[in-house]
Every structure is written in structure tokens, then in C-alpha cells.
């Protein structure tokens, strides 16, 4: 109930009761009696037939809880209120016994057995449901016959209480019939001394207690609606309302303490999942490029305020180059030495420019900027370098995102690592050490996997030998030897670029492959490659070697043949081109052109 109506209704009774005083101070002492006994019989019949409704409403509440939800304390309480049902029931068999009005007496008598009807059905459904029977015991309490029993018990009560009412009302009011006469003057009195008294009250209760409740009130629903920018009014009154304002001040304080921690542990989980989600990614990724993107993609996300990018050390450990960015860092360069970042050299995490108590590193300008240079290392090997900046001159927040950054550091650089030993190992696998073609088992591999997914499409082959090789060896020696190779190789991959793929066959023989071209394209593609090798004049150590030359053969598929057979035919134009002179390019359908007509 609301404070405001509480402060109504005290007011009201107040000058009831003020009324009434004054009226029996100046009545008779018989006339007096017989009010008070009136009014006292009224209110004590009044209040047995309320308790006794009440208390059969609450028994059967808490044993309908104990029936639904079997919790003892239900139980409990149903038996508590038992004993109490006893003595009222004990306290209404005394009123009939005293002499009430014979329908007074048996309005009194039908509550009592409605009741105890009640409390056998109660009691039985108890039992039923502590054997196991719990559909029973339900039925019985919320059935028909108990819901049959209640509304008898509440219409006896409402019909012994009106009988009561008009009974003890008609008995106060010929009392108060021969108080009249003799209580006018006081009654005056004592309404005047009622309405100083009310006022004093009004001030009281609705200035010092009800106003200030109303204000509380509404300051704690702003609360509970996690409205904390509600404003405690500062109250220094040594009272209860000055302790419960007081009290008010400080569980705002607890909120909004509390609202901050859980905001700082929503974003932490936040920040957690995150580098999970990352790290998962970082693991799947398949070269440095993925894993770039994904650093690129995730970093943002999870340190929204600070700009920053991922840096990878060359293979000679000199220098860094930047692999990815986000939020577009202002105060680092995209490379730099590797000496120029004292995180580098220190082997852990570097802070510049903070407060300017620690030596920035020197890839970075001068402007003072928030940095952090954190070490990508794996196996104590350095790897690279995680680069981040706070933006707009913000520092780089509490030391837990330090902890998250070496974290990530950690992973990213052991995935780094093992991206570059896999890259190694692949490169070892399929690439020829002195001149970085790919090597015969790669070409042994690519011809079957097109053999098996693309028999169908068009693929030529190029062998090339280069010419008179062995004089180089002889004349000019091996180191000349492994030149002339590197010359060649590089130019093959030079000039066939995204067109197909250059393989070293076997000593100074080389193959290329072009998917999608047909003989009369390799063909033209061989005479390119014939042209550059003999573009340039080698030499090694003050001595000039001279030129090189190359023959080609050029065979094509499925036309003129099979993938399994396609380096057969492309040998054998190869022979052909060397028998011819050297120095040329030999088709393979030539062959079979002159060989068909040397038949015929």
C-alpha cells in the first residue's frame, strides 16, 4: 500500500477515534459500558470470522504449495496454522456457549463445520500425496468439492458477520442515543481539541514522513530500472528517513560500482572469444597471406582504439616489412631494419613514448605517440613483430591488454614459424636447389594430376637442352657451369611467366608446360625463349663465356597424343632439333608430317 494512502487512512481513523473519545468521556459510565461492550463484541465476533476465513484460505494455500512443489516448509506452516484454527474454533465454541443470538450461534456453527470439512479434505490429500499419490492429492484440492466448501465457509462468514454487524450496531446506536443530550459541549470540545491535533499530525506525517518516502521512492525505481544518473538529494537529518536517504546514497554507489564491473567483464569475455575466434583462424591458415588477412580482420575487433600492423623479419633477420595494417597507423613505416626496434633487441615487449621515460625505438617519428613493439618469437627464434599505436594520443590502455597482445604475439608468431618451415619443407620437396624451377617429381606430378582432372583440355610441352653444355663444364669449369644453368632457368621463368610452369629435368635439360596452349602457341613460345637465352653474353670471374644457345622440342595434347606420352613426343622432337643442327625448334607433328611422307 502506498505511503500517500496509509497517511489518508491514518488520518481518518485518527479523527474517528478522536470523535468517539471525547463523545465517552462525557457519557454516563453505564452509557460508556455498554458502547465499549457493544463495540468490543462487535469487533472480537468481527475479527473470529475474519481469522477464521483467513486461516482457511492460508491452509489451504500452503497445503496446495506443499501438494505442487512437495517442499517441507509448506508442510510446515500448514500444521502451524492448524494449531491456530484449533484455538479459534475452541474461542468460537466459548461465544456460543456465552449466549449469542440463535442466528448468530448457527452462522458461527455452520463456519466451524465448513471449516473442519475443509481441514479432512486438506489432511486426506496431504496423505495421498506423502504415499506417492500426487494426481489425488491434486485433484482434491483444487477439485470441486473443496472449491464448494471455501465459497460455503466465505458466505457463512459474510452472512454471520452482517448478523453480528446488526446486531452490536443497533445496540451502539441506543447507546449512543442517551449519550447525546449529555455530551453535546464536549463533544464540541473535543473537536476542536481533534482538529489542533490532526493538524500537528498533518504536518508530521505528510511533511516528515510521507514526502520524503514519495521522493525515496521514486529515486529507488529509477534504480531498479538501472537509471544511475538519478541524483540523491543530500538530507543531514539525524532521523530514520536522514538513515534510510543516507543508505539510498550508498546502494546507488553499490550499483553503479558493480554496473562498471560487469560491464568490464562483459567487454573481457568479449575480448576472450575473440582472440579464441582468432586464434582457431590463425591455426587453419594455409601461408603468411591468410594469416595476415586474419590478424587484419581480428585486431580491430578486439582493440578498437588502437591502430596497428603485423611485420614479418626477412629471411637474413635484417630487416622487417609490414604483411597487414589496420586503422591506418601514422607513426611506423611500412619497413625497416630490424635494429631500429629496440623490442627486437630486447627480446620482449617495448612501450614508447608513453611518458617518455623509456627510449623510443627508432622506426618510429617523433611525434610521442602511445606505441607498443611486441616480439613475435617461436622456439626463442625471432620471427617478426606485433606493432600497435593508441590513436588520437590515447594511451594504450590497462596492463590486461598488454597480456591479451602477448598472447596473440605468442600464437601468431609460433603460426608464422611453422608457415615458413612449411614453406621450406614444400620448397625443398618440389624445387631444384641451383636454379629454383621445380624439380622432376613435381613435373612427374603435374602431368598426372592433368592426365586424371583434365585429360580433356589442351596442354603442351617444351623440352629444352642447352647447347654444347659440356664445353662450359670443361673449358671454364663447374662454378661457370652452375652460371650458365641459373641464366637459364631464371630466364624460363622470366618469360613464361603466368603462362604455364618451368621444371628442371635433369642436368642441363628443362621442361615447361603451358596449359591451355596448343603446338602451333608452344611453338612460338619455344622461338621466344630460343631468343632471350642467346640475348645476353655470360661470363664468370673476368671470363666471358660466350653465348648460350638452346634446342626445344615442342609436343601437344590430346591432339597429337596422350598426357603419358607427351614428354615421349616432346624428347623425341627435341632429339630431332638437336640432329637438325642445334640452335632451333623441332614440332612433333613435323616429325610425323616427314615420317609420313618418307613413307609414302
Same mark, same amino acid.
Request: glycine fraction near 8%; include cysteine; charge should be negative.
Given at each position: 500500500?502506498?505511503?500517500?494512502?496509509i497517511?489518508?487512512?491514518?488520518?481518518g481513523?485518527?479523527?474517528?477515534?478522536?470523535?468517539l473519545?471525547?463523545a %465517552?468521556?462525557m457519557?454516563?459510565?453505564?452509557?460508556?459500558?455498554?458502547e465499549?461492550?457493544?463495540?468490543e463484541?462487535?469487533?472480537?465476533?468481527d475479527? =473470529?470470522?475474519?481469522?477464521l476465513?483467513l486461516?482457511a484460505?492460508l491452509?489451504?494455500?500452503?497445503?496446495?504449495?506443499y501438494?505442487?512443489r512437495?517442499?517441507?516448509?509448506?508442510?510446515?506452516?500448514f500444521?502451524?496454522?492448524?494449531?491456530?484454527e484449533?484455538?479459534?474454533?475452541?474461542?468460537?465454541?466459548?461465544?456460543?456457549? /456465552?449466549?449469542?443470538?440463535p442466528g448468530?450461534?448457527?452462522?458461527?456453527?455452520?463456519?466451524v463445520r465448513?471449516?473442519?470439512?475443509?481441514?479432512k479434505?486438506?489432511?486426506?490429500?496431504?496423505e495421498?500425496?506423502q504415499?506417492?499419490?500426487?494426481?489425488?492429492?491434486q485433484?482434491a484440492?483444487?477439485? $470441486?468439492?473443496?472449491?464448494?466448501?471455501?465459497k460455503?465457509?466465505?458466505q457463512?462468514?459474510?452472512?454471520f458477520?452482517d448478523?453480528?454487524?446488526?446486531?452490536t450496531?443497533a445496540q451502539?446506536?441506543?447507546?449512543?442515543?442517551?449519550?447525546?443530550?449529555?455530551?453535546?459541549?464536549?463533544?464540541?470540545?473535543?473537536? *476542536?481539541?481533534g482538529?489542533?491535533?490532526?493538524?500537528?499530525?498533518?504536518?508530521?506525517?505528510?511533511?516528515?514522513?510521507?514526502?520524503p518516502l514519495?521522493?525515496?521512492?521514486?529515486i529507488?525505481?529509477?534504480?531498479?530500472k /538501472?537509471?544511475?544518473?538519478?541524483e540523491? $538529494?543530500?538530507?543531514?537529518?539525524a532521523?530514520?528517513i536522514?538513515?534510510?536517504?543516507?543508505?539510498?546514497e550508498i546502494?546507488?554507489?553499490?550499483? +553503479?560500482e558493480r554496473?562498471?564491473l560487469?560491464?568490464?567483464?562483459r567487454?573481457?569475455?568479449?575480448?576472450?572469444?575473440?582472440i579464441?575466434?582468432m586464434?582457431?583462424r590463425?591455426?587453419?591458415?594455409?601461408? /603468411?597471406?591468410?594469416?595476415?588477412?586474419?590478424v587484419v580482420?581480428?585486431?580491430?575487433?578486439i582493440? $578498437?582504439?588502437?591502430?596497428?600492423? #603485423?611485420?614479418?623479419?626477412n629471411?637474413s633477420?635484417?630487416?622487417?616489412a609490414?604483411?597487414?595494417?589496420w586503422?591506418?597507423?601514422?607513426?611506423?613505416?611500412?619497413a625497416?631494419?630490424?635494429?631500429?626496434?629496440?623490442?627486437?633487441?630486447?627480446?620482449r615487449?617495448?612501450e614508447?613514448?608513453?611518458?617518455?621515460?623509456d627510449?623510443?625505438? /627508432?622506426h *618510429?617519428?617523433?611525434?610521442?605517440?602511445?606505441?607498443?613493439?611486441?616480439?613475435?618469437?617461436?622456439?626463442?627464434?625471432?620471427?617478426?613483430?606485433?606493432?600497435?599505436e593508441?590513436?588520437?594520443e590515447?594511451? *594504450?590502455?590497462?596492463?590486461?591488454l598488454r597480456?591479451? @597482445?602477448e598472447? +596473440?604475439a605468442e600464437?601468431?608468431? =609460433?603460426?608464422i614459424?611453422?608457415?615458413?618451415l612449411?614453406?621450406?619443407?614444400?620448397?625443398?620437396?618440389?624445387?631444384? $636447389?641451383l636454379?629454383?624451377?621445380f624439380?622432376?617429381?613435381?613435373?612427374?606430378?603435374?602431368l598426372q594430376?592433368h592426365?586424371? !582432372?583434365?585429360? %580433356?583440355e589442351?596442354?603442351t610441352c617444351?623440352?629444352?637442352?642447352?647447347?654444347?653444355?659440356?664445353?662450359?663444364?670443361?673449358?671454364f669449369?663447374?662454378d661457370?657451369g652452375? #652460371?650458365?644453368m641459373?641464366?637459364?632457368?631464371?630466364? @624460363?621463368?622470366?618469360?613464361?611467366?603466368?603462362a604455364?610452369?618451368a621444371?628442371?629435368?635433369?642436368?642441363e635439360?628443362?621442361?615447361?608446360l603451358?596449359?591451355g596452349?596448343?603446338?602451333?602457341e608452344?611453338t612460338?613460345m619455344? !622461338?621466344t625463349l630460343?631468343?632471350? +637465352?642467346a640475348?645476353?653474353?655470360?661470363?664468370?670471374?673476368?671470363?666471358?663465356?660466350g653465348?648460350?644457345?638452346?634446342?626445344?622440342g615442342?609436343?601437344?595434347?590430346?591432339?597429337?597424343?596422350s598426357?603419358?606420352?607427351l614428354?615421349?613426343r616432346?624428347d623425341?622432337?627435341l632429339?630431332?632439333?638437336?640432329?637438325?643442327?642445334?640452335d632451333?625448334?623441332?614440332?612433333?607433328?613435323?616429325?610425323?608430317?616427314?615420317?609420313?611422307?618418307k613413307?609414302?
Open positions: 500500500m502506498r505511503i500517500t494512502t497517511t489518508n487512512w491514518a488520518y481513523i485518527t479523527v474517528v477515534l478522536t470523535a473519545s471525547g %465517552s468521556f457519557m454516563s459510565s453505564r452509557s460508556a459500558l455498554e465499549r461492550a457493544a463495540v463484541e462487535h469487533l472480537t465476533l475479527t =473470529l470470522a475474519e481469522e476465513a486461516g484460505e491452509r489451504s494455500d500452503e497445503a496446495r504449495l501438494v505442487m512437495g517442499e517441507e516448509r509448506h508442510l510446515e506452516a500444521r502451524a496454522e492448524e494449531e491456530s484449533r484455538r479459534r474454533e475452541a474461542t468460537a465454541a466459548r461465544l456460543i456457549a /456465552q449466549g449469542l443470538a448468530e450461534a448457527e452462522a458461527l456453527k455452520e463456519v465448513d471449516a473442519e470439512a475443509l481441514d479434505i486438506e489432511l486426506s490429500a496431504i495421498a500425496f504415499r506417492g499419490d500426487k494426481d489425488a492429492a485433484d484440492l483444487f477439485g $470441486p468439492e473443496h472449491e464448494r466448501f471455501q460455503a465457509l466465505l457463512t462468514v459474510a452472512h458477520r448478523l453480528t454487524a446488526a446486531r450496531g451502539l446506536e441506543a447507546a449512543q442515543d442517551r449519550s447525546n443530550l449529555w455530551s453535546l459541549v464536549a463533544k464540541v470540545m473535543l473537536a *476542536l481539541t482538529a489542533l491535533f490532526v493538524a500537528v499530525l498533518y504536518f508530521v506525517l505528510r511533511r516528515r514522513v510521507a514526502m514519495m521522493r525515496m521512492t521514486g529507488v525505481s529509477r534504480l531498479a /538501472q537509471d544511475y544518473t538519478v540523491v $538529494p543530500v538530507d543531514r537529518r532521523d530514520e536522514g538513515e534510510m536517504n543516507e543508505a539510498i546502494f546507488r554507489a553499490n550499483l +553503479i554496473e562498471k560487469d560491464g568490464e567483464r567487454a573481457d569475455q568479449r575480448t576472450k572469444d575473440m579464441l575466434q586464434m582457431h590463425v591455426q587453419a591458415c594455409q601461408n /603468411q597471406e591468410e594469416l595476415a588477412e586474419v580482420r581480428f585486431a580491430p575487433q582493440f $578498437p582504439e588502437l591502430a596497428g600492423g #603485423l611485420y614479418i623479419l629471411d633477420k635484417t630487416a622487417l609490414r604483411a597487414g595494417a586503422l591506418e597507423p601514422q607513426h611506423s613505416p611500412a625497416f631494419p630490424a635494429s631500429a626496434c629496440w623490442g627486437l633487441r630486447r627480446g615487449s617495448h614508447s613514448g608513453t611518458s617518455g621515460s627510449v623510443p625505438c /627508432q *618510429l617519428d617523433m611525434s610521442g605517440a602511445a606505441t607498443l613493439c611486441v616480439p613475435l618469437t617461436a622456439q626463442g627464434d625471432m620471427i617478426g613483430l606485433l606493432y600497435m593508441g590513436r588520437e590515447e594511451a *594504450l590502455g590497462p596492463g590486461g597480456l591479451y @597482445l598472447l +596473440i600464437n601468431v608468431g =609460433l603460426a614459424a611453422n608457415l615458413q612449411r614453406e621450406k619443407l614444400i620448397a625443398l620437396a618440389v624445387r631444384d $636447389p636454379t629454383g624451377l624439380n622432376r617429381r613435381f613435373l612427374d606430378e603435374a594430376l592426365g586424371q !582432372d583434365r585429360s %580433356s589442351p596442354l617444351l623440352m629444352i637442352d642447352i647447347d654444347h653444355f659440356k664445353r662450359f663444364n670443361d673449358q669449369g663447374h661457370a652452375d #652460371l650458365v641459373q641464366y637459364v632457368g631464371q630466364t @624460363l621463368r622470366e618469360t613464361v611467366g603466368a604455364g610452369s621444371y628442371r629435368f635433369g642436368g635439360e628443362f621442361t615447361v603451358l596449359p596452349l596448343g603446338e602451333q608452344g612460338e619455344a !622461338d630460343r631468343q632471350k +637465352i640475348s645476353a653474353t655470360l661470363s664468370h670471374s673476368g671470363q666471358v663465356l653465348t648460350v644457345s638452346a634446342s626445344i615442342v609436343a601437344a595434347s590430346p591432339l597429337d597424343g598426357v603419358a606420352t614428354i615421349t616432346a623425341a622432337a632429339l630431332e632439333a638437336k640432329a637438325a643442327g642445334r632451333r625448334t623441332m614440332a612433333a607433328s613435323q616429325i610425323k608430317k616427314a615420317a609420313a611422307r613413307s609414302s
